[in-house]
């Protein structure tokens, strides 16, 4: 087992380096934009109407626990 020193503890990772390119934050930016694998059109319809489909089933089922203890509370509460 080593112990750590207070100066081990309070190193920190060196900071990343500059793009190659000397083009700047522009030029990195479209860089890394080629590097993207963009869906297909296909795949990016079928992908939203999923979350959509995934986000109105969680609403609906929501509403409905809320409608459920709503209703309780007037019978307990009237």
Do not use: C, H, N, Y
Request: net charge negative; aromatic share 8%; no cysteine.
């Amino acid at each position: 087992m080593t112990l750590q020193t207070p100066e081990d503890t309070a190193k920190t990772p060196a900071a990343p380096a500059a793009p190659a390119d000397s083009g700047g934050f522009a030029a990195a930016t479209v860089e890394e934009l080629r590097k993207v694998v963009w869906p297909s059109r296909q795949q990016l319809f079928s992908e939203s109407v999923a979350v959509i489909l995934m986000v109105s089933l969680s609403a609906a089922a929501i509403a409905a626990v809320d409608r459920f203890f709503g209703w309780g509370s007037t019978q307990i509460f009237r």
